[in-house]
């Protein structure tokens, strides 16, 4: 299985984000999809996820300016990321969960696939 993200790179302050995420392989069906980011000297952090259902998992710190949802089909999760802080600069891995996984809360972390990860920088 292979996750193949898109978007990132650099933003001012107060600006958007737009993420992508296609996830690929033999019969590969996504159970949930998300999105992690690794800040320098921090661990790594849930950002969002969102399940099959579209149960969302969002993390304290971006709800109210994050969107994430998935197209099942394609098993592709999008995230967008509104008024954008330096405090959101890091490091965005994509994360994918295969079926069947069934998720009794939101507090779920997909983890079974990851991607390489891709820059976010904020700053003007």
């Known amino acids: 299985v292979q996750l193949q993200a898109s978007g990132g790179g650099l933003v001012q302050p107060g600006g958007s984000l737009r993420l992508s995420c296609a996830a690929s392989?033999?019969?590969?069906?996504?159970?949930?999809m998300g999105w992690y980011r690794q800040a320098p000297g921090k661990r790594r952090e849930l950002v969002a996820a969102?399940?099959?259902?579209?149960?969302?998992n969002i993390a304290d710190s971006v709800k109210g300016r994050l969107t994430i949802s998935m197209d099942n089909a394609k098993s592709t999760v999008y995230l967008h990321l509104i008024s954008l802080k330096p405090e959101d600069t890091a490091v965005y891995y994509c994360?994918?969960?295969?079926?069947?996984?069934?998720?009794?809360?939101?507090?779920?972390?997909?983890?079974?696939?990851w991607g390489q990860g891709t820059q976010v920088t904020v700053s003007s």
């Open positions: 994360a994918a969960d295969r079926t069947p996984k069934y998720y009794s809360d939101a507090h779920y972390r997909p983890s079974d696939y």
């Open positions: 392989g033999r019969r590969f069906s996504s159970a949930a």
């Open positions: 969102v399940a099959r259902n579209g149960l969302t």
